[in-house]
Structure formats: structure tokens, C-alpha cells
């Protein structure tokens, strides 16, 4: 089954480490009827574990090579296979009138923009469990005023309440990536709790805010809000953008006209 080679442009670094598997799977908590999809199947090292748990399983897979081994050794009746790339898939559409369990080795080269298009759904999600690269999680549960800290531990600790379950060594892979990797588990926050007035004017301001992120804030984020503003809101105009909470960047936002 390991015949395959991983492509390079599809980021694949196949899971091979049974006991690996048998943790990420444990930390699931299966249910039979639990509505899971799973991201980058690859060869099925957790689609045969997931089965055994579940009555039925969708994956996304983009490699066609893949796709059609899977359709070979699966019944169809248990397992629906999307063939696309995860960035264009609508996550909505899958869950139906249910929420979705989210589970997937993420591919490394587009971890960033993949979790961005993902924490879209997290209204019709219940939990993702997902394995990245190590300095990938370390970002998403970083901080205020530590290196890591950046835009993706705000936009993402905006929607979810994220966890650091695990370290995986390379050697658990094949190939073996470069790097230390990483499981993680995000559930969405309740509603309530996402309190921006206006989400897309928030997105805009974090964006900004870590576009420079060396620069003082009167300076990476003039044309949103000049100096004597930030210290009228007692945010400091020389601070930097990790030095402000996903509090301060969510009542900048709703201060801001």
C-alpha cells in the first residue's frame, strides 16, 4: 500500500506510526452516527481506523491516484469520497442539516490559508482535530507578547478555544518531513462569545495591525485609527501588535467608525 509515491506539490508525508494513529484516534471520542469528514485521507492510515468507529465517513482528497484507490478498497455505501481540493470545498454543504468532526494531516505547504477557509464553517462544526507542523500549532495557541503571536493565533482563538494535544516526531512519516508536527484540537465558540460588530472590519484591523508587525501601532494601522484615538481607548500608540489581546483587537474594532 506504501508504493505510492508522495508528491511534492500535494505536500504529502503519509502517516505510518500505528501508535500515532491509535492516539489521535482515542483522543476522537468516536460516536457511530458522528457526521466526520477527513482532509487529505492519502493511503487511509486513519480512514480504516475511522471506519471501524463509524457508520459512515467522508473524505476530501485531491490526489486523483489516491482517489481511485480509496473508491477500490471502500464500499461506497460507508464511505463518500469528494474529489477536490479542500481550499475550494464547502464544508456548509457537507453537513447538511448536522455538524461536522473535522479530522485531517494537513498539507504543511498550505496549512495557513486552509485553516483560514475552514474557521468559515465553524458554525456548522462541532470539533477539528488536525495534524500540522509543530510551529503551525505553537502560532495558533500563542500568546499576546510572545514570538509566535501573530495574526493567525487572533483570528483563529476569535472563533475556536484551541488545545495542543500532542508532538509527532518525523520518523512516524513517510516521508519523514523536515519538521517536528503536531496534533491540535479547535471547537468552535458559542456565538455569543464572537463579539465583533463587524467581523470583516476586525479581519481588516488584525490584518493590518501584524502586516508590519515591527511597527508601532500608529504607524502599521494609520488610515484605520490615528494616535490620539488609540489614546483615547487606552491602547498605546507606540505599542506593537503583539502586544494587544484578542480583547483590545475586538474592542478596537467595535470602536472603530
Known amino acids: 500500500m506504501h508504493d505510492h509515491p508522495a508528491r511534492k506539490r500535494f505536500g504529502q508525508h503519509f502517516l505510518i506510526d500505528p501508535s500515532i494513529i491509535e492516539r489521535i484516534v482515542a483522543c476522537l471520542g468516536l460516536q457511530a452516527n458522528d457526521q466526520v469528514v477527513e482532509i487529505g485521507p492519502g493511503l487511509g492510515a486513519l480512514t480504516a481506523p475511522l471506519l471501524r468507529h463509524l457508520d459512515r465517513l467522508q473524505v476530501v482528497e485531491i490526489d486523483r491516484d489516491l482517489v481511485d484507490r480509496l473508491r477500490r478498497k471502500y464500499p461506497t455505501e ?3 469520497i469528494h474529489a477536490a481540493d479542500a481550499l475550494t470545498v464547502d464544508f456548509g454543504a457537507l453537513a447538511g442539516d448536522g455538524k461536522l468532526r473535522l479530522i485531517g494531516n494537513l498539507p504543511y505547504n498550505i496549512s495557513t490559508p486552509l485553516l483560514f477557509h475552514l474557521a468559515r464553517f465553524a458554525d456548522v462544526v462541532s470539533d477539528m482535530h488536525f495534524m500540522l507542523q509543530k510551529e503551525v ?3 495558533m495557541i500563542a500568546a499576546p507578547a510572545s514570538h509566535a503571536y501573530g ?3 487572533v483570528m483563529l482563538q476569535y472563533r475556536f478555544v484551541i488545545d495542543g ?3 509527532v516526531p518525523p520518523t512516524a512519516f513517510k516521508p519523514p518531513p523536515k519538521v517536528l508536527s503536531a496534533i491540535v484540537r479547535l471547537r468552535p465558540r458559542p456565538a455569543a462569545e464572537c463579539s465583533a460588530t463587524d467581523e470583516q472590519r476586525f479581519s481588516t484591523l488584525v490584518a493590518a495591525a501584524f502586516a508590519q508587525r515591527r511597527k ?3 504607524n502599521s494601522l494609520h488610515g484605520l485609527v490615528d494616535a490620539a484615538q488609540l489614546g483615547e481607548w487606552a491602547i498605546a ?9 484578542l480583547a483590545d483587537y475586538i474592542r478596537l474594532a467595535n470602536l472603530l467608525k
Not at 237 to 245: G, K, N, V, Y
Request: charged share 40%.
Open 237 to 245: 500608540p507606540t505599542a506593537r501588535a503583539e502586544e494587544l489581546s
Open 137 to 139: 500549532v505553537d502560532r
Open 216 to 218: 508601532m501601532l500608529r
Open 151 to 153: 495574526r493567525l493565533s
Open 165 to 167: 494535544l500532542f508532538d
Open 78 to 80: 460507508r464511505l463518500t
